[in-house]
C-alpha cells in the first residue's frame, strides 16, 4: 500500500495562475482531508469530504475549490492563486466509522509558493 | 464551534526529564475525542495518542500519556523520559461528533526541543 499520495512535491506559481493540487490513497477510506500549514503554525483545515460526491468547507474555505468523484481521489484546485496562499499543503484520509478514536493518515505534504 | 487552544508556543527541556504540553478545548457537543501528533522537522505527521470524552481512564502510549480532566476541557499529553528524538512540533486536535464522520480541527502547537 502506498497511503495518502500527494503531487506535486513543490510549486511555484506566479500570482493569479490556477493549479490543481493531487491527493490520492488506497486505503479505501471514505473520509478525506485538505490542510494547511503557514510557517510555525498549525494545521488548518480547508475542505473535507465523507465520501465520493459529498464536500464541505472547513475553516479556511476560500480561494479553494475540491471535488471528490472517487473514493481514491480528493483533488484541491486553486482557481486563481495568491501570495496569500503560499504554504504547505497535507492530504489526510481516515475510514468512516463508528469510532471516534480513528486517526487520519497524513500525505508528505505539498509546498506552494505563490509570487 | 469547536476550538483548541495551546498556549506554548515553544518549550526547552532536559533530556531524560519529563514534559507536559498544553492543550486546552471548547466544544458544546458531550461527544468528542482528541488526538495529538507529532511533526519532526521532516514534516511528516506522525500520530501519537487518542482519547475519547467518555474514556473512564487518561490514555497511554508507551513513553505518553494524556492528562485528561474534562471539567477544565485539558488534555495535557506528558512525554516521560524525553529524548533527543522527542525534539519536534506538537500539535493537539480535536473531532466532535459520535462518529469519524466529522472534522478533525487543530491547535497551533508547540515546538519541543530537547536538550542533550
Known amino acids: 500500500n502506498a497511503g495518502v499520495t500527494q503531487t506535486p512535491k513543490f510549486q511555484v506559481l506566479k500570482t493569479g495562475q490556477s493549479m490543481t493540487l493531487q491527493c490520492a490513497q488506497d486505503?479505501?477510506?471514505?473520509?478525506m482531508s485538505w490542510y494547511r500549514q503557514d510557517p510555525g503554525m498549525g494545521l488548518r483545515l480547508i475542505h473535507y469530504?465523507?465520501?465520493?460526491?459529498?464536500?464541505d468547507q472547513g475553516e479556511v474555505p476560500n480561494g479553494y475549490n475540491v471535488s471528490r468523484s472517487t473514493t481514491e481521489d480528493f483533488p484541491l484546485r486553486l482557481l486563481s492563486a495568491a501570495p496569500s496562499q503560499t504554504s504547505v499543503y497535507f492530504c489526510?484520509?481516515?475510514?468512516?466509522?463508528?469510532?471516534?478514536?480513528?486517526?487520519?493518515?497524513f500525505g508528505p505534504g505539498t509546498r506552494l509558493l505563490v509570487l | 464551534a469547536q476550538k483548541i487552544t495551546q498556549t506554548q508556543p515553544g518549550m526547552f527541556v532536559q533530556e531524560k526529564e519529563a514534559v507536559t504540553l498544553d492543550c486546552t478545548y471548547d466544544?458544546?457537543?458531550?461527544?468528542?475525542?482528541l488526538f495529538w501528533y507529532k511533526q519532526p522537522s521532516s514534516g511528516e505527521m506522525i500520530f501519537l495518542i487518542y482519547?475519547?470524552?467518555?474514556?473512564?481512564q487518561n490514555a497511554t502510549e508507551g513513553r505518553y500519556s494524556l492528562n485528561f480532566q474534562k471539567a477544565r476541557k485539558s488534555a495535557n499529553l506528558v512525554i516521560s523520559a524525553s529524548q533527543l528524538g522527542d525534539s519536534a512540533m506538537y500539535f493537539c486536535?480535536?473531532?466532535?461528533?459520535?462518529?469519524?464522520?466529522?472534522?478533525?480541527?487543530f491547535g497551533s502547537g508547540t515546538r519541543l526541543s530537547i536538550r542533550p
Open positions: 486505503m479505501n477510506h471514505e473520509y
Open positions: 482519547q475519547g470524552s467518555y474514556d473512564q
Open positions: 486536535a480535536m473531532r466532535e461528533g459520535p462518529s469519524s464522520a466529522s472534522k478533525i480541527i
Open positions: 469530504s465523507v465520501g465520493a460526491g459529498i464536500t
Open positions: 489526510a484520509s481516515s475510514p468512516l466509522l463508528l469510532r471516534m478514536q480513528e486517526t487520519q493518515y
Open positions: 466544544t458544546s457537543d458531550p461527544s468528542y475525542g
